[in-house]
Every structure is written in structure tokens, then in C-alpha cells.
């Protein structure tokens, strides 16, 4: 099978995006044959033209989360058909219909260059904000969990773990908590709250990916629903994440926006030889 596909940068989150139709049950083994062909990726998304009218493309993710740098990636593609160019300078809107988001999902993008552009996604509202049903520490204390429809993020208010130790003992309970929690996915968000750092860890079984990403768009935004439940107060916040820094700010009508930029990094096409699942 040969596949075109196009490498962005989203803050580091390195995103690999096919632009080849390929039919639904070949999906998770395209995007596996990329992911080895091509080290640095943390997620695959297939695009296609919108199916709805009132959107401007289609965003499937490889295990059928939502991804917020996937959805920034998506729009960047889109921007960057039409032609507009940097000197022209007026905001650029697209909407996206993407898997694991319930409704179109809105970016707005400004052109820094002809192949980057600082972009802003209207995330989907968290449908819950609840204590785990189970502790991590001695003292009992349980900790948060922000769920999105397809993935669930725990928050864990301490560093991220250190060596191979600690970081494999991290691995294994994201797939025990996933199963725990009947959800499609899950991040464990490594928060700390008083540095506004987060090192975020995600899982999606039906994709077979565990990555310590770069960043991650939904982990920051449940990070923001999460300060703004606690609080009481709307956040505008600039998180740092391993591969840079994402912005979630509220909006009067309660929705949160994210920020930050996107790169085009390549297009290729690729090759594969496998046998379908």
C-alpha cells in the first residue's frame, strides 16, 4: 500500500497525519507500519474531506481519541491548501470534524510563516470532574480525574517519576487505571502546580501506543477545567510541557481555548508492506 502523509509539529507532539484514504479495519496497522517507520511521531490521524457540510475536514485518530494538537494539526493542513500566505495576515478559521470531539471543533490560526502558525482550538467541555475512586498515596488522598468523551486524564499533583523504575511502574498503572475506568484512553498528567509544569503520559489501547508525549492538548485542558472547578475563578494559564509551552484561557461562556503553534515539518510518501489485522 502506498500512503502520503504529512509530519507537523504541534509544540513538540510530533503528529503524523495520512492524507491516503485507507478503509477503517486497515487503520491501526498503517498507522503502526508509520510509527516505526517514522521514531519521533506520538500519534497518528487519517484525514479526509469534511463528510459535513459546515466543516472543513475530517480527523479520524488511530485509536479514536480526540487530540487537540491533532485537531491544530488538521487546520494547519487546511490553511496551508488554501494558499493564504503570511502578508496577507487575516486570521484564518476551520473547523474540524474530529473523532472522540461529540461537535465540530473550531481553530483559529495566524500565519507566521508560510509552513508555521500560532493557532487556538475551542476544546470540548470536560463531561466530568470527580475524584478517583482510588488513592496513590499513603495518606489516602485520591486524585482527580477530568473526563473527556474517548479519553480520561488523572491528575497527579507531584513530579514526574525518574528512571526506568519509576517510569515503567507509571506505565503499568495507565493501563490499569484504563481498564479500571472503562474509558477508551487515558493520560496521567504529572502536575506541578506551583512551577505550572506538566509531564503527560498517554495511553490508548486500541491504537497499542504508551508515549510520554511532548504535550498534550487535552491533558492541558483538563489541567485547566480542573484549576477553574477548584477556584471557582476562570484560568488563563501558560503550561510548560516537555516539548514547550501551551496556553489554556476561558471564555465568558465557560468553554476553554487552547494555544499554541504549529509547524509543517514534511510530506512523504511512503511504501508498506503488511498484513492487515
Not at 473527556?148 to 507531584?158: K, N
Amino acid at each position: 500500500m502506498e500512503v502520503t502523509y504529512h509530519l507537523f509539529d504541534p509544540t513538540g507532539n510530533i503528529t503524523l497525519l495520512v492524507e491516503t484514504p485507507v478503509p477503517a479495519e486497515e487503520r491501526l496497522s498503517v498507522a503502526a507500519a508509520l510509527m516505526k517507520a517514522e521514531p519521533s511521531v506520538e500519534q497518528v490521524g487519517f484525514v479526509s474531506a469534511p463528510s459535513d457540510s459546515g466543516c472543513d475536514i475530517d480527523l479520524q485518530m488511530a485509536g479514536g481519541e480526540f487530540c487537540g494538537n491533532a485537531t491544530m494539526s488538521a487546520a494547519a493542513l487546511v490553511a496551508m491548501r488554501s494558499g493564504k500566505t503570511p502578508e496577507q495576515g487575516d486570521p484564518i478559521g476551520v473547523t474540524v470534524r474530529s473523532s472522540g470531539a461529540s461537535g465540530p471543533v473550531t481553530v483559529a490560526l495566524k500565519a507566521e510563516t508560510d509552513t508555521a502558525y500560532y493557532g487556538s482550538v475551542i476544546m470540548p467541555k470536560p463531561r466530568s470532574i470527580d475524584d478517583a475512586p482510588f488513592s496513590v498515596t499513603g495518606d489516602g488522598r485520591k486524585p482527580v480525574i477530568v473526563r473527556f468523551d474517548g479519553i480520561a486524564h488523572v491528575i497527579l499533583e507531584r513530579p514526574a517519576p525518574e528512571g526506568e523504575r519509576g517510569r515503567s511502574r507509571a506505565e503499568a498503572l495507565a493501563r490499569s487505571w484504563c481498564e479500571a475506568l472503562g474509558t477508551d484512553a487515558i493520560g496521567i498528567l504529572f502536575f506541578e502546580r506551583h512551577k505550572l509544569r506538566l509531564t503527560p503520559l498517554v495511553y490508548v489501547p486500541a491504537a497499542g501506543t504508551l508515549c510520554w508525549e511532548s504535550a498534550c492538548g487535552s491533558g492541558t485542558t483538563a489541567i485547566g477545567a480542573y484549576m477553574a472547578d477548584r477556584t471557582g475563578k476562570p484560568v488563563d494559564i501558560t503550561v510548560k510541557e516537555p516539548g514547550g509551552s501551551l496556553n489554556i484561557l476561558s471564555l465568558e461562556d465557560g468553554t476553554l481555548q487552547m494555544s499554541g503553534t504549529v509547524k509543517s515539518l514534511d510530506r512523504k510518501t511512503a511504501t508498506l508492506a503488511f498484513r492487515p489485522d
